[in-house]
């Protein structure tokens, strides 16, 4: 008998679909320490943070999302002074003044500076420059937004964060008139992968670029508003890329990888509209609760209605 899925975290209310937009994805321990932040206890995200060790891309998953938290950067401020010298409690203060700024509360200047200073207490890590390259993602220009990926990458080579802010960024570069297949972003996405070892999620890159890419155009009046309508993964050369990421993501799974359900959402959002919905439903059985906004928003629509008709759509017929 399947058990019952997991109540909502502290603080956020139930609704009627089996699914939620928590940035914590399934990082349950992520959202735990997350509500106790909220609460004013940064003592569990101490633990949280010492426990995480060097896996960066959990670390750099967990430190943004908890300073996504309205509350982060006051407790992180408490934490710094109770313990001026913890690499952990910097970090975390850099990512909250970062989402402060982007949210209009604080000065980027403020932000940047904090980074740099966690930077400087933790050398090797390349968290501190993540959220710098998601400051820049937003207030920066091209060089300064490649300086940093630079500075990301040389820490960590497939730092999975970091590589989809720079897909995202790409993207927007050099609109056209129409879907070029020779775009900077396809070719950056192509050497990413390229690049990464053969479990790499970063093999799953090419198609995050094809939904990127779908959204400025979309955006620009160029490919049709609604995905459905578009002939944006019809393409040869899309059908290659959707395939080639299916069969990677049948023999590596990368189960292990905290933002998995993230490229999960990507290639069954592009499943489903290439009109693969057998190979989608898989995908939307494996994600189970844990969307993410990300693509089904593509360009500006209701990702819970988008989520919601695709999987019903993908899934009809098979339960």
Same mark, same amino acid.
């Given at each position: 008998?399947?058990?019952?899925?997991?109540?909502?975290?502290?603080?956020r209310?139930?609704?009627?679909?089996?699914?939620?937009?928590?940035?914590?994805?399934?990082?349950?321990?992520?959202?735990?320490?997350?509500?106790a932040?909220g609460?004013?206890?940064?003592?569990?995200?101490?633990? #949280?943070?010492?426990? @995480? *060790?060097? $896996?960066?891309? /959990?670390?750099?998953?967990?430190?943004? +999302?908890? %300073? &996504?938290?309205?509350?982060?950067?006051?407790?992180?401020?408490?934490?710094?002074?109770?313990?001026?010298?913890?690499?952990?409690?910097?970090?975390?203060?850099?990512?909250?003044?970062?989402?402060?700024?982007?949210?209009?509360?604080?000065?980027?200047?403020a932000?940047?500076?904090?980074?740099?200073?966690?930077a400087?207490?933790?050398?090797?890590?390349?968290?501190?420059?993540l959220?710098?390259?998601? #400051?820049?993602?937003? @207030? *920066?220009? $091209?060089?300064? /937004?490649?300086?940093i990926?630079?500075? +990301?990458? %040389? &820490?960590?080579?497939?730092?999975?964060?970091?590589?989809?802010?720079?897909?995202?960024?790409?993207?927007?570069?050099?609109?056209?008139?129409?879907?070029?297949?020779f775009?900077?972003?396809?070719?950056?996405?192509?050497?990413?992968?390229?690049?990464?070892?053969?479990?790499?999620p970063?093999?799953?890159?090419?198609?995050?670029?094809?939904?990127e890419?779908y959204?400025?155009?979309?955006?620009a009046?160029?490919e049709p508003?609604?995905?459905?309508?578009?002939?944006?993964?019809?393409?040869?050369?899309?059908r290659?890329?959707?395939?080639?990421?299916?069969?990677?993501?049948l023999?590596?799974?990368?189960?292990?990888?905290?933002?998995r359900?993230?490229?999960?959402?990507?290639?069954?959002?592009?499943?489903?509209?290439?009109?693969?919905?057998?190979?989608?439903?898989?995908?939307f059985?494996?994600?189970?609760r844990?969307?993410?906004?990300?693509?089904?928003?593509?360009?500006?629509?209701?990702?819970?209605?988008?989520?919601?008709?695709?999987?019903?759509?993908?899934?009809?017929?098979?339960?």
């Open positions: 008998m399947t058990p019952p899925p997991p109540p909502p975290p502290l603080g209310s139930r609704n009627r679909d089996s699914f939620s937009f928590d940035p914590a994805l399934d990082d349950i321990d992520l959202a735990a320490a997350r509500d932040l609460q004013g206890r940064w003592d569990e995200v101490r633990e #949280l943070l010492e426990g @995480t *060790g060097q $896996d960066w891309d /959990r670390r750099g998953h967990r430190l943004v +999302v908890l %300073g &996504r938290t309205p509350t982060a950067a006051a407790w992180a401020e408490d934490w710094r002074i109770a313990d001026p010298g913890s690499a952990d409690a910097a970090a975390l203060y850099a990512h909250a003044l970062v989402f402060r700024a982007l949210r209009g509360k604080a000065k980027p200047e932000a940047r500076e904090m980074c740099r200073t966690a400087r207490m933790a050398p090797a890590d390349p968290s501190p420059w959220g710098l390259l998601i #400051l820049t993602r937003r @207030t *920066g220009t $091209d060089e300064e /937004r490649l300086q990926f630079d500075q +990301v990458r %040389g &820490r960590h080579r497939e730092h999975h964060h970091a590589h989809h802010l720079m897909t995202a960024a790409l993207a927007e570069r050099q609109q056209g008139t129409s879907d070029d297949p775009h900077e972003v396809y070719d950056f996405a192509s050497w990413a992968a390229e690049q990464a070892p053969a479990d790499s970063l093999c799953a890159l090419p198609v995050v670029a094809h939904a890419r959204r400025v155009l979309a955006e009046g160029i508003r609604d995905p459905e309508r578009s002939g944006h993964w019809d393409s040869r050369r899309a290659q890329v959707m395939k080639a990421a299916f069969d990677w993501w023999e590596w799974g990368s189960e292990e990888h905290p933002r359900m993230v490229d999960l959402n990507f290639l069954a959002h592009a499943k489903f509209y290439e009109g693969r919905a057998s190979e989608a439903a898989a995908l059985n494996r994600i189970g844990h969307a993410t906004e990300e693509p089904w928003s593509y360009p500006d629509r209701d990702p819970r209605k988008a989520f919601r008709a695709a999987k019903a759509a993908a899934t009809r017929g098979l339960t």
